[in-house]
């Protein structure tokens, strides 16, 4: 028998703590897990679940109104905030039930408070010493707060879930997917809303082709983009928020939300005092098994800094167990991940970019449609979708695939299982569409692109 309390403690109940905790209690070991807030983490609380039922609930006031198109006339409408975010509120404690059911069942001891590292094999939570074998962290990540005058006067994205009132204006700061998120739930319910990023265009990393899509379409929407611009400085004013722009401007707002970009979350986590090394950003350095320079401490998710995504963390949970109590080393592919945005209209990916492409490949062929989807042909809307192939000439082995439009990571989600089993473009030839949908589009893309033109030699020294 182990002299330690538990084989494993976790430090952080989200998606990637408690399927680990779960799997290593099904694998017979001794299993506790520290939550400081609420059960299933940023995801499950103030991440993807609840932001997507804001989603949906944006889409629906321009839904009423294409309606028309197909001849239905739909009465009086108005949209309910407080509604929203009570109902939203119930399905996020039904939620936590859920996860803490699944944590007992399991045989897990739920520990509530935040868990400090004392030493490589013990904790403190709530004046509590707790010593394990195996110490995992999973405490994910945080909202990066900016630092311009007047920045407390913003809020993050954890809090546009708690917000008692709709801003009737609001400014959002910030060039990534939380960012344009959240500006198209904001436009889409009724505000009036601008988003204002310090780049030229933004989703810096995605394929050029679709960040350059939605910047076309998300105006359609009713979101004002403002590129190459800062805030400078905020301050409140009679009639709310006043931001103040890196071009001298200056605008009022009710709401100003700051989606900058998030760091790991490991303040306060006693690591320094058991010795884990971390990287500049904060995150624990971890090598592909996970475990950290202390060789009874581990860590996954998001605290590691990797690829932010929810089922990242649960398949680093699930390789993590794997390897530490089914004698199976267990490394994670990272390539070919499908993610998508849930912007307006949303996108979706997996494999690479065109331009990741080009720098590894001597010779690609790249397909690419744009449309206006057969919806919209009645419902009176100019929302296009693009879709488009990046595939290697030589052997035909399709490297990406890129949508912007309606049901894109639905389709997407599909595709990447051809892309991870190595499909070429002559089975996707191969392949009968379903008619009519947009995503046959994938299966009938017959004529590359031509090679684009060189760039001029100035251009291409820089």
Same mark, same amino acid.
């Given at each position: 028998m182990?002299s330690?309390?538990?084989?494993?403690?976790?430090?952080g109940?989200g998606? +990637?703590?408690?399927? /680990?905790?779960?799997?290593?209690?099904a694998? +017979?070991? &001794?299993v506790?897990?520290?939550?400081e807030r609420?059960?299933?983490?940023t995801?499950?609380?103030?991440?993807?679940?609840?932001k997507k039922?804001?989603?949906?609930?944006?889409h629906?006031?321009?839904?009423?109104? @294409?309606a028309?198109?197909?001849? $239905?006339?739909?009465?009086?409408?108005?949209f309910? $905030?407080?509604?929203?975010?009570? #109902?939203?509120?119930?399905e996020?404690?039904?939620?936590?039930?859920?996860y803490e059911?699944?944590?007992?069942?399991?045989?897990?001891?739920?520990?509530?408070?935040?868990a400090t590292?004392?030493d490589?094999?013990?904790?403190?939570?709530?004046?509590?010493?707790?010593?394990?074998?195996?110490?995992l962290?999973?405490?994910?990540g945080k909202?990066t707060?900016? *630092?311009e005058?007047?920045?407390?006067?913003?809020?993050v994205?954890?809090?546009?879930?708690?917000?008692?009132?709709?801003?009737?204006?609001?400014?959002?700061?910030?060039?990534?997917?939380i960012?344009v998120?959240f500006?198209?739930?904001? !436009?889409?319910?009724?505000?009036?809303?601008?988003q204002?990023?310090?780049?030229p265009?933004f989703l810096?990393?995605?394929d050029?082709?679709?960040r350059?899509?939605?910047?076309?379409e998300?105006?359609?929407?009713?979101?004002?983009?403002?590129?190459?611009?800062?805030?400078?400085?905020?301050d &409140?004013?009679s009639?709310?928020l006043? !931001?103040?722009?890196s071009?001298g401007?200056?605008?009022?707002?009710? @709401?100003i939300l700051?989606?900058?970009?998030?760091?790991?979350?490991?303040?306060?986590?006693?690591l320094?005092?058991?010795?884990?090394?971390?990287?500049?950003?904060? /995150?624990?350095?971890?090598?592909?098994?996970?475990?950290? #320079?202390?060789?009874?401490?581990f860590a996954i998710?998001?605290?590691?800094?990797?690829?932010?995504l929810?089922p990242?963390?649960?398949?680093? /949970?699930?390789?993590?167990?794997?390897t530490?109590?089914?004698g199976?080393?267990?490394?994670?592919?990272? =390539?070919?991940?499908?993610t998508?945005?849930?912007s @307006?209209?949303?996108?979706?990916t997996?494999?690479?970019?065109?331009? @990741?492409?080009?720098e &590894?490949?001597?010779?690609?062929?790249v397909?690419?449609t744009?449309?206006?989807?057969?919806k919209?042909?009645?419902?009176?809307?100019?929302?296009?979708?693009l879709?488009?192939?990046?595939?290697?000439r *030589?052997?035909q082995?399709v490297?990406g695939a890129?949508?912007g439009?309606?049901?894109?990571?639905?389709i997407i989600?599909?595709?990447?299982?051809?892309?991870?089993a190595? !499909?070429?473009?002559?089975?996707? =030839?191969?392949t009968?569409?379903?008619?009519?949908?947009?995503?046959e589009?994938f299966v009938?893309?017959?004529e590359?692109l031509p090679?684009?033109?060189?760039a001029?030699?100035?251009?291409?020294a820089?």
């Amino acid at each position: 028998m182990s002299s330690y309390d538990f084989d494993l403690f976790v430090i952080g109940a989200g998606s +990637g703590g408690v399927r /680990a905790s779960r799997m290593a209690a099904a694998a +017979g070991k &001794r299993v506790a897990v520290a939550e400081e807030r609420h059960l299933g983490g940023t995801c499950v609380n103030i991440g993807c679940v609840p932001k997507k039922l804001m989603v949906y609930a944006s889409h629906f006031g321009e839904e009423f109104e @294409q309606a028309a198109g197909f001849g $239905w006339r739909v009465g009086e409408r108005a949209f309910d $905030w407080k509604t929203l975010i009570a #109902n939203k509120n119930a399905e996020i404690a039904r939620l936590n039930g859920i996860y803490e059911s699944l944590l007992t069942r399991a045989g897990v001891e739920i520990v509530e408070g935040r868990a400090t590292l004392l030493d490589a094999h013990a904790v403190e939570v709530a004046g509590r010493r707790i010593t394990a074998e195996t110490i995992l962290i999973a405490t994910g990540g945080k909202p990066t707060r900016s *630092h311009e005058p007047g920045q407390e006067l913003g809020i993050v994205s954890d809090d546009v879930f708690f917000l008692e009132e709709q801003p009737e204006r609001v400014l959002v700061a910030g060039g990534g997917y939380i960012a344009v998120e959240f500006a198209g739930i904001f !436009a889409g319910l009724g505000s009036a809303t601008t988003q204002v990023y310090r780049g030229p265009l933004f989703l810096r990393g995605f394929d050029e082709d679709l960040r350059r899509f939605l910047a076309q379409e998300m105006p359609k929407k009713g979101v004002k983009l403002v590129f190459d611009q800062i805030i400078e400085r905020i301050d &409140r004013s009679s009639g709310g928020l006043v !931001a103040h722009f890196s071009d001298g401007s200056k605008a009022e707002y009710d @709401q100003i939300l700051y989606a900058i970009g998030r760091s790991p979350n490991t303040e306060g986590l006693g690591l320094e005092r058991a010795g884990v090394a971390t990287t500049a950003r904060g /995150a624990v350095r971890v090598d592909p098994y996970y475990r950290s #320079n202390v060789p009874s401490i581990f860590a996954i998710g998001d605290v590691t800094d990797r690829l932010q995504l929810t089922p990242v963390a649960l398949a680093e /949970a699930m390789a993590l167990v794997r390897t530490l109590y089914h004698g199976q080393s267990t490394e994670l592919n990272y =390539d070919d991940i499908p993610t998508a945005v849930f912007s @307006q209209p949303p996108l979706a990916t997996v494999g690479l970019t065109e331009a @990741q492409a080009r720098e &590894r490949f001597r010779e690609i062929d790249v397909y690419r449609t744009e449309f206006r989807p057969m919806k919209h042909t009645l419902s009176g809307s100019e929302e296009r979708t693009l879709m488009k192939l990046v595939v290697e000439r *030589h052997t035909q082995r399709v490297l990406g695939a890129h949508m912007g439009g309606m049901d894109a990571a639905e389709i997407i989600q599909g595709v990447g299982i051809a892309i991870k089993a190595g !499909a070429t473009k002559r089975d996707f =030839d191969a392949t009968i569409g379903i008619h009519p949908t947009a995503a046959e589009e994938f299966v009938t893309l017959r004529e590359p692109l031509p090679e684009p033109s060189p760039a001029p030699e100035r251009e291409a020294a820089e």
